[in-house]
């Protein structure tokens, strides 16, 4: 997680006027609760002011059941807001159209 946060940092943070997140995506509830305490853990650790939430995404399980086994682990945990899947969907083909539109401009510069 440190070349996570590092990143972050370095090339994340000061996006969208501070207000920048990251995301990170695991096989598990368990390893995403074990990856946000070993994270915050690394902040504190660190001196970095850290955020004071973690964020989950699951497109198959209810929120109410989200929520439920997210408190076993962190007895604060909370649902926000539910968001719609194609969100994350059309975030996702914007990011490839990005990729795409850099690793062409990249490859045409090079060639110059």
Same mark, same amino acid.
């Given at each position: 997680?440190? #070349?996570?946060? +590092? ?7 000061? &996006? &969208? ?22 994270? +915050?853990?690394? #902040? ?10 973690? =964020?989950?995404?699951?497109?198959? #399980? ?10 076993? =682990? ?16 059309? &975030? ?5 159209? &990005? ?14």
């Amino acid at each position: 997680m440190r #070349i996570v946060v +590092e990143h972050f940092r370095a090339t994340v943070a000061h &996006l &969208l006027g501070g207000q920048a997140k990251t995301i990170v995506v695991t096989a598990s509830r368990k390893a995403a609760v074990c990856w946000a305490r070993a994270t +915050e853990a690394y #902040i504190r650790r660190q001196g970095y002011p850290g955020k004071d939430a973690a =964020y989950a995404v699951d497109f198959v #399980i209810e929120p109410a059941d989200v929520l439920q086994a997210f408190c076993q =682990y962190r007895a604060s945990a909370g649902v926000a807001d539910e968001s719609a899947p194609s969100v994350v969907h059309d &975030l996702r083909a914007s990011w490839k159209r &990005l990729a795409c539109s850099t690793a062409s401009r990249s490859s045409a510069s090079s060639r110059s």
